[in-house]
């Protein structure tokens, strides 16, 4: 057992949502109990303690949408490439990348992100992986270092007809394979169908992942993140593309629309009624200048709408600002967004992965998961339930985590990762990074 404490301690649960000079309970992978620290000192006094040093004690954070195979192109130029819409920017820069990404830069690339997911209290991701430089087996490397830092992890391979019906059907293949993998560790791995975006994927193809996909994985595919998509499927198929994807079977409650930005109503009403879920990516809709979807209107609509990075950071809390800002400032409305935006961080994004795993996820209460985070933080105000989200919006950043704990395992404590050495994984890092920018910067 461990006992951490003692803390101010937001459970997430409504019955009882801050605990002050409170303790977790953990036995195994679960809590199973959350009380006062002294009280649960006194009733455990054999249990491991694990010193949250008066600070904040609250879940582990979910990520709704990452990219892991963008790791290493932190601080890449590539020589010419100057992108001035969002399609060159796939081109010159993901497209290039991921053509040549061999199994040990996906390697490094895991690393790196798990790394920073622990760092940042993030203990479940959803991924969107690509690496045709070496497809078959990829999933398997990342959900090998997933499962050494501990971070419940659900795993596609892009799909995706722009390197030919070969490169496809073998993306294809490797989502079947890693769904079949993934079912040997059901509470920490996951899998689902990875598709790249309708404009990249032919009426073909998509008939041709339904018949392969025999063990109803659900998909995960981008959605009208630019307008390429849009004016690509109602010059192919005389439609909009969330209409489209829906008259080829792929949407539905287990399905993941990325990015939704250029979506009308008549879309937005499909999104609903097939209980789609979508992934809100702020930071990276605002870099690649493609525009801010209207999550006021598809959460009104009583869509799914889960925060997610894009492969910007691992910082859940720092999308979190960033959504918040961009939400006021696309509304041109500085009172809007207080609780929705929480609302994806802290409610969807769980429930999300509460689809794909037998776990309870989000919330410190006996039975869930044991996915806990102490943050370094001090209140320079009164800090209670009705003002806790505010706190961590305008106080904290990811970097405000010193420990955290995932499936009953101390995966950090008081900053320092357990149980690897950083600054030797690091080194090695940086040594295959060097190489895959040689071969992409010759």
Not at 123 to 136: L, W
Not at 178 to 201: D, I, Q, R, V, W
Request: charged share 20%; net charge negative.
């Amino acid at each position: 057992m461990i006992l951490l404490g003692k803390g101010t301690v937001v459970t997430r649960n409504p019955l009882q949502p801050i605990i002050e000079d409170g303790g977790v309970l953990m036995d195994g992978t679960k809590i199973v109990a959350v009380d006062s620290y002294e009280t649960l000192r006194k009733q455990y006094p054999k249990a491991y303690r694990v010193n949250a040093h008066g600070r904040l004690i609250m879940p582990g954070f979910v990520n709704a949408h990452h990219h892991i195979y963008s790791a290493l192109a932190r601080g890449l130029y590539i020589p010419g490439n100057n992108p001035t819409n969002f399609k060159e920017i796939l081109d010159g820069l993901w497209f290039y990348l991921d053509k040549r990404l061999a199994k040990e830069d996906v390697w490094a690339s895991a690393i790196v992100t798990y790394m920073a997911c622990i760092e940042n209290g993030v203990t479940s991701i959803f991924d969107h992986h690509a690496s045709y430089g070496e497809t078959e087996g990829s999933l398997s490397v990342i959900s090998e270092v997933a499962q050494d830092f501990g971070v419940r992890s659900c795993l596609c391979y892009e799909v995706s007809d722009r390197n030919g019906q070969e490169e496809m059907e073998k993306a294809v293949a490797e989502n079947v394979r890693f769904g079949k993998e993934a079912k040997e560790n059901p509470e920490t791995l996951a899998a689902m169908m990875g598709l790249h975006a309708s404009f990249t994927l032919s009426k073909d193809t998509l008939a041709y992942v339904r018949g392969q996909n025999v063990d109803n994985l659900g998909y995960h595919i981008h959605v009208a993140e630019g307008t390429t998509d849009q004016e690509d499927s109602q010059e192919k198929y005389g439609m909009r593309a969330v209409h489209r994807l829906h008259e080829d079977g792929i949407l539905g409650p287990k399905t993941i629309a990325g990015h939704c930005i250029h979506v009308d109503d008549s879309e937005v009403k499909v999104l609903a009624e097939t209980g789609t879920m979508v992934a809100h990516n702020p930071e990276s809709n605002m870099g690649n200048a493609v525009g801010a979807p209207n999550v006021l209107k598809l959460m009104e609509a009583g869509i799914p709408v889960g925060l997610g990075t894009d492969g910007y950071t691992s910082d859940m809390l720092e999308s979190y600002k960033v959504a918040n800002c961009l939400v006021k400032h696309n509304m041109q409305h500085p009172n809007v967004g207080w609780t929705e935006i929480p609302h994806m961080l802290f409610n969807t994004n769980p429930a999300m992965i509460e689809k794909f795993f037998p776990v309870k996820v989000g919330t410190l209460t006996p039975g869930a998961e044991a996915d806990v985070i102490v943050l370094d933080y001090i209140p320079r105000t009164d800090l209670h339930a009705d003002n806790i989200n505010g706190h961590l919006l305008f106080g904290l950043n990811g970097l405000n985590v010193i420990t955290t704990i995932s499936g009953g395992k101390v995966r950090m404590l008081d900053r320092q990762l357990c149980g690897m050495n950083k600054e030797e994984l690091l080194r090695e890092v940086r040594q295959i990074s060097h190489r895959l920018w040689k071969r992409l910067v010759p």
